[in-house]
């Protein structure tokens, strides 16, 4: 029976109280440890598909009478168009439809950053359409831009009112406090280059919409386009079947989108809208940078006793100011606690979400800070760490935590900091640092699944959801085979697309396996229940004594029919099973933790900084697939090591031009910047608390330390402090430098 | 008009001069397993073989490789390296994994047992974003089983 209850939704730390309706029979956990399939290493169901080309991603959907569209973008980053004229582009070969700033709200004639879309047109191929394009007249007036975003902040021009948090009595703490350390930390901004590019082919069908998209969330572009054009929700389509990447620059539709629909109506025909690579890198967002002034005071033990932080978001036009400050907060157990947060609005692109927003970066400031502190006190980072550790939050306890079995964990790999040091030769100086990771990841409602069975013994699982390249569709599956007692191969798995399965959750905040998992397993166990109910009429067996396993209906006195067998009797009538998610442990958080420690080699006369070993120990609940997740933490840290040695988006200072737009400029990490040996540890311990799996989400947690370790283990290597990312050769030498300056004055100060 | 031999098979097709080997293979030839990820010779999403060197489609001209044996994605489907990419997960969004099918495929064909410094070296040139890097590397050192 649906049941309508009352619950609490996170959304990155946010809790809001929302009505849901649950269709989920209550399923106990399965026993912690591997099972059959889940919690055991499967291969990616759609690998083969993948690795032979033969996957159909967004970029390669082909349909007749295709246009294809470029887009006019705002050279200047803040200019208003005083007049516009697409005459010339309209009347040019091949041009099927253009549109300006008149008819759609996302193509502007204010431009508030370099990249905006201001006009576009759509052709019958896309060298036809940008040809069209250089034919649009623009008459701009410009304006002086605003790209400093402490300037913004000193000017009042924020996206939110600042944001203030404290708890306790910072200024007593402080006051109170053997020692106070401060210092200020940059990061830089970084941009996802998805290797598919943001794209979309929108094709009016009648008053309905089918919209093909590259996305992060099927059903929330829906919501967006449906909202947009004033339709109804389900007279928009969306399509998702193969995805290159996201890391939360897609979880919204996206002005193309929009420019595609309008074209597609104007021109009647199908229109794709791609982003080139150029235009991806201008346009399509950013991890905004940060400025973070940070404090710390503490006993000469060690103990934290008061934390301050303000923190300087460099937003962009819009966006939203990330929570930057949220490590401070939440990671360790401090009674004093201040922080002011400023979203500056400035003349550059809009932030979106990166892989841990706010996280990534705040993480880098704290556990920096916390090591200086360390420095300072002479004390072992990893236990002035254990002497903070947080036992319950402020008001809400934790599901579950497990922070302090991954510190042990890390003990033997800390360990080998001394060996590290000792293996450090003429200019290379080598070193270990570690930092601790706190993020959300706990999914939650709604998300629905199907699973259908034929009289084959086959199931399909049927999800409206995306697979962004994680790995989630083979942890449904495994998921689904598990509780039907099917081998892998006999589970097939339907996603991607909006008409055919039920609402499914975004794929951002590592949410999908702690969101989808529990409504496949539902779902399978509905089905599961019809099979047994089946099997006991057939075989005239009690419905307790049966169990489903191996692929065969068992009972507890001996007897094993193939499943095929008793479901062979249904013809072409199908078992048709349906899950919901359901709510979250109220009044608790769900978060998940790790530490990870990082080995550097650093060349002390050219400043270059090599990641030698990375392990990487974290929390998150039951694992399922070890494989895949092992994949997930390898990725995270490696674009960890992009954001923190080469990863830079460069500005022209005073025109705010873009330089770094082809990814010969920004610069990505290769196979030969990869680490030589990187270790996963997973705890796989599930949350007693969460869903019938305890499983929590792993997407974001492996990015969070690694640019706070590297750069403590650049400090037990040097004795260096950097501070700014990225840690270019210049941000090392010029650390070095200050080092060395530092220690020539203390060794200098007794001589005196 | 372009002669093109692809996979072993000849094509004769409408290619206006600057048209890019990627772009005809994709929308003149409909073998979409070639990649187009930055259109402009940095990612290596593209690569394809060109009388066996490892070629990246997207910036070169059609009209230059007439008549020269070109491989994709899609002639090297049963190549063992498909099995040891999805053995050891060496992918993961899948999006560039053919253009490293088809630059690896080149380097054992060179080198059957590269060390791992070899396939750094000659895996550089194709960017994976979600960062499969480690477990591309485990594909091609145990590609024979």
Known sequence: MARLIRTEKEVEGRYEEVWLVVEEDALDQWPSGPGDIVGRAAPRITGRQRARGEARYTADVQLPGMLHTAVLRSPHAYARVKSIDLTRALEAPGVRAAIGPDALHVLVDEAGYPGVAVAAVAADTFDEARDAVALIEVDWELLDPVLDPEDAVSRGQLLIDPRRYERGDTERGFAEADIVVEAEYRTQTVLHNSMETHQTICEWQGDRLDVYISTQFIWGVRDEVAEELGMPPDKVRVVCEFMGGGFGSKNGAGDHTFIAAELAKRAGRPVRCALTRREENQASGNRNATIQRLKAGARSD?????????????????????????PMQMLYACDNVQTVTYGAKINTPPMRAFRAPGFVEGTFGLECLLDELAAKLDLDPLEVRRLNHAHAGDDRPYSSKNLMECYKRAEPHWERRHDARARSEGPWKRGVGLASQIWYGGGGPPSYAWVRLGSDGRATVITAMQDIGTGTATAMTQIAAEELGLPLDRIDFVLGDSARGPYASISAGSSTIPSMGPAVRAAAADAGRQIIEIAAQRYDKEQRILSLKNGHVTSSDGGSWPLAEVVGLLEDAQILGKGARGPNPAGMQVLTFGVQVVEVSVDTETGEVQVDRVAAIHDVGRVINPLGASSQVEGGIIQGIGHTLSEERLLDPQTGTILTQSLDHYKLPTIADTP?????????IPDEHLTNLGSKGLGEPPIIPTAAAIANAIRDATGADVRSLPISREEMLRALREARERAGEKVAAPAS | ????????????????????????????????GTKIGCNEGHCG?????????????????????????VTTIEGLRDHPLVDSFVRADALQCGFCTPGQIVSASALVEANPEPTREQIRHGMAGNLCRCGAYPKIEEAIATWQG
């Not at chain 1, 030589?676 to 796989?684: A, G, N, S, W």
């Not at chain 2, 372009?2 to 030839?29: C, I, K, M, Q, Y």
């Not at chain 2, 489609?57 to 009209?63: A, M, N």
Request: glycine share 14%; proline share 3%; aromatic share 4%.
């Open chain 2, 45 to 69: 999403a593209c690569t394809v073989l060109v009388d066996g060197v490892p070629t990246l489609s997207c910036i070169t001209l059609v009209h230059t490789v007439e008549g020269r044996n």
């Open chain 2, 1 to 32: 008009m372009v002669e093109l031999v692809v996979n072993g098979g000849s094509h004769t097709l409408e290619a206006p001069v600057g048209r890019s080997l990627a772009e005809t293979l994709r929308d003149g030839l409909g073998l979409t």
């Open chain 1, 302 to 326: 060690g103990t934290l006793v008061a934390l301050s932080g303000e923190f300087v978001n460099a937003v962009g036009w819009s966006g939203w100011t990330a929570t930057t400050e949220g």
């Open chain 1, 676 to 684: 030589p040996e990187i270790v996963t540890e997973l705890l796989d």
